[in-house]
């Protein structure tokens, strides 16, 4: 058990994490490894290494995305890196909240404990802001109800954009997902040097916020 945390805690084996982690949440499904499971894991690798600050992953529906990079990421970071603190949001704070909650079910697994159970304990547990003694901690959100005053080292937006709201296109919707991202998000990161901000959707529009933000150096 030892040597199997040693190395799943090492750089670039986010991947192999995912894969041994997989049953703790879906018990009876099999795992199906894929090349884009494997290049968006690449690239949160560079992110946890400090090498990439600002991230977009844009993949269709059911690929994997969300559970790639809000679910299984936090937890794998915290193996090695307990102190980080998330800021994660979603278009609803039930679905944020869902997602937080997911991530924390895998770090409270007995598999992840007799792992890793040595390096942090959690101290609060809510649904939707959670921290262990280490200092780390993890906030879920919505644009509609954001908590002021929390930053994060990891700024995770995990569609920010119900894809099938019939008003998911609307000058509306698209200016007031940029807006709440110009006014809330850009002031919630904790550190400059080490802070990193994940953008997950497929694209909607030439004016959604993955554009929006690409425009926002």
Known sequence: IREEAERLSQPHSLPAFIHKAWPV???QEIYQQNSHIDATCEYLEAVSAGEIKRLQVWLPPAMMKTGTVSVFWH???WTHMPWLRYWTASYETRLAGRMSVMSRDVMQSVWYQER???VFSFIREGEHYYGNDQGGTRL???PKSTRTGEHGHRII???PINFAAADA??????????EWYDGSVQGSKADPEISAEVIIMQRLHENDLPAHAMEVL
Do not use: F, H, Q
């Open 157 to 159: 937006i995990d569609d």
């Open 116 to 118: 890793w159970g040595d």
């Open 140 to 142: 879920a959100t919505a």
């Open 169 to 178: 296109t609307s000058r509306v919707v698209l200016e007031g997902t940029n």
């Open 75 to 77: 937890a794998w970071e």
């Open 25 to 27: 949440l879906k018990p």
